[in-house]
């Protein structure tokens, strides 16, 4: 079965910061759909990042960025110049067989002004 | 920018009742899916649906579930009889195409059943 493993339950960063979540995940597929989505306290499930798997290049997205490691089997999100609304729950989440999303635990992200 | 919507935000129902959640997919999207979040767990794959039938479904969707596309526009997701532990946060999603494809999310509908 798919399993996707987010180790971090919370995380804090300073407003204007750099903050790294952590993903890991497991396949023995070689090609498959990796994203990040957030949650804000709406609780809408709103699309962040996705990273094709077969491309080498880390998908970016303004402040937010991956760092993929294939081998490693680990899809982190960075989160450059934090602001206040970065404020969340983010989940990663595979896409590997079909159609089903499969998610991590998730991880609270609180932002310090 | 077309979205995902949901109705109603918040459901309050009886055990045993049945309820009716509704989900508009983006106008092109032809793939529609169903997850629930039981508060403070993950999310979890209930559905997937194209073509007017369950392409994939998950153990949680029983017998007690049934999804349908009544009209053009709406997709439903139905729950029989309801019990305690169908509290969660559903939501749906949808895709224009399948296999890898993005999903986008609709806001959720809040169930609780009392």
């Known amino acids: 079965a798919q399993t996707v493993t987010q180790s971090q339950p919370e995380m804090s960063v300073q407003e204007a910061e750099t903050v790294t979540l952590s993903c890991t995940y497991d396949?023995?597929?070689?090609?498959?759909?990796l994203f990040w989505y957030k949650q804000p306290p709406s609780r809408q499930m709103i699309l962040v990042i996705r990273q094709e798997a077969y491309k080498q290049q880390n998908a970016t997205e303004n402040r937010f960025s991956v760092n993929f490691q294939k081998a490693a089997k680990s899809f982190s999100l960075k989160i450059s110049d934090s602001q206040l609304g970065d404020a969340a729950m983010y989940f990663c989440?595979?896409?590997?067989?079909?159609?089903?999303?499969?998610f991590g635990a998730g991880t609270i992200l609180r932002v310090k002004s | 920018e077309p979205e995902v919507t949901q109705t109603p935000s918040h459901q309050v129902t009886q055990m045993g009742q049945e309820v009716i959640l509704r989900c508009v997919p983006i106008?092109?999207?032809?793939?529609f899916y169903w997850y629930r979040q039981i508060l403070g767990q993950k999310v979890e794959f209930l559905v997937s649906f194209y073509n007017n039938e369950i392409s994939e479904k998950s153990e949680i969707f029983d017998d007690q579930f049934s999804v349908e596309r009544p009209d053009g526009s709406n997709f439903t997701l139905k729950i029989r009889s309801t019990k305690l532990e169908d509290s969660a946060m559903y939501f749906c999603a949808s895709s224009e195409r399948a296999n890898q494809e993005t999903q986008y999310f609709g806001p959720g509908t809040r169930l609780l059943v009392l």
């Open positions: 106008s092109n999207h032809l793939y």
């Open positions: 396949t023995s597929e070689s090609d498959y759909y």
């Open positions: 989440a595979s896409l590997i067989y079909g159609n089903k999303l499969v």
